[in-house]
């Protein structure tokens, strides 16, 4: 089992910038990549961005040259967002793949408006 909690999200202006955070928990040593995604209302969940357990990342051509996935330790995911647009409001949810079992946590708002 692995466990996931997002935290971070929030109202924020368009060209602002957030930084969301999951914290990973459980049977972490199994994990094979972790990664962010994101549902806007009426919308399929879409891949934000991606990072494999040996630090291969992929970026949704939407976010790319703006948003960054870190994975400070195996323990804590990140997601810097800048230069954000209207268009990137959605839930934000952080994802763990086991290859096998994929998890997901709560999801965590994100508004870009003025």
């Known amino acids: 089992q692995v466990q996931l909690v997002e935290s971070g999200g929030g109202l924020v202006q368009p060209g602002g910038s957030l930084r969301l955070s999951c914290a990973v928990s459980?049977?972490?040593?199994?994990?094979?990549?972790v990664g962010w995604y994101r549902q806007a209302p009426g919308k399929q969940r879409e891949l934000v961005a991606r990072i494999t357990l040996g630090g291969n990342t992929n970026y949704a051509d939407s976010v790319k040259g703006r948003f960054t996935i870190s994975r400070v330790n195996a323990n804590t995911l990140y997601l810097q967002m800048n230069s954000l647009k209207p268009e990137d409001t959605a839930v934000y949810y952080c994802n763990a793949d086991q290859r096998v079992l994929v998890y997901w946590g709560q999801g965590t708002q994100v508004t870009v408006s003025s």
């Open positions: 459980g049977s972490i040593s199994s994990i094979y990549a």
